[in-house]
């Protein structure tokens, strides 16, 4: 048995837990220490229970509040080398006291009940990698941040039976808005972040006939609508709008079971 939940899910922080067994790891956290305590007291947990925290990536939303977390309750960390390398050239000694693990992407590896399956995205960072967690019989896919799909993303997330994606922005939002220039370009470069067509066409090249649970994430306030992204996924699952559940910045969403 296994389950699911979102600490908040957006440009200013993300987390997800994911239990299985007696075992439960937190993707990413991008929540100041006493934030991240009080968003996982509403999932009825608290820092101690976690076996681990795995990495996606450095940016600020995914990692300003791992080690801290990290440190504070002795809790082991596992990340690539590349964004390890990343963080510590702004800070050489944030990972110390830490237990840190490397990941490889490609390479699985398993946290107590809980495994753990890296797999390389198109993203403008150092290493990135994004995860698919299983307890040996179900399967989440994780994809939260990258500007493109590939035939190695598509074959990695196929045959999930449950999947929280990337639905970023909308495109004619991101044109119209206050943007620089330079980072409407990044955000919809193919390193940038998946628009809401993009993806929902990923979402179409998907073995999708085990899928229980579709989980809208990453919504951009700005450049996004809770309905536009919801629209685009209802066209490939011909599902109502209801099923797709949103992670939002402030609730993130309440335990899903596998």
Not at 43 to 56: C, F, K, N, Q, S
Not at 171 to 181: D, M
């Amino acid at each position: 048995m296994s389950r699911f939940a979102s600490l908040g899910s957006g440009s200013q922080g993300n987390g997800l837990v994911f239990e299985a067994g007696n075992s439960r790891v937190l993707l990413d956290c991008g929540f100041a220490v006493r934030d991240t305590a009080m968003r996982l007291g509403r999932l009825g947990l608290a820092p101690e229970d976690l076996a681990g925290i795995i990495v996606t990536h450095e940016h600020s939303d995914h990692v300003s509040g791992v080690f801290p977390l990290a440190r504070r309750h002795g809790i082991p960390v596992w990340i690539t080398f590349g964004t390890l390398e990343s963080i510590k050239a702004s800070d050489p000694e944030v990972a110390e006291g830490v237990t840190v693990g490397l990941v490889s992407g490609g390479v699985a590896f398993a946290i107590g009940d809980v495994q753990v399956q890296p797999y390389t995205v198109p993203h403008d960072a150092r290493e990135p990698v994004q995860y698919v967690f299983s307890d040996g019989a179900r399967r989440l896919g994780v994809l939260t941040d990258t500007g493109s799909s590939t035939p190695h993303i598509e074959a990695t997330l196929s045959g999930c039976d449950a999947l929280v994606l990337e639905t970023n922005h909308d495109r004619e939002l991101l044109k119209k808005s206050e943007y620089p220039s330079w980072l409407k370009a990044r955000v919809a470069g193919q390193f940038g972040h998946l628009d809401n067509d993009a993806s929902a066409q990923l979402l179409g090249a998907l073995d999708r006939s085990r899928l229980r649970h579709l989980v809208a994430a990453h919504l951009s306030h700005k450049n996004n609508t809770p309905a536009l992204a919801r629209d685009a996924l209802v066209q490939v699952m011909g599902c109502e709008p209801e099923w797709i559940t949103l992670a939002t910045q402030d609730e993130g969403f309440g335990w899903r079971d596998l």
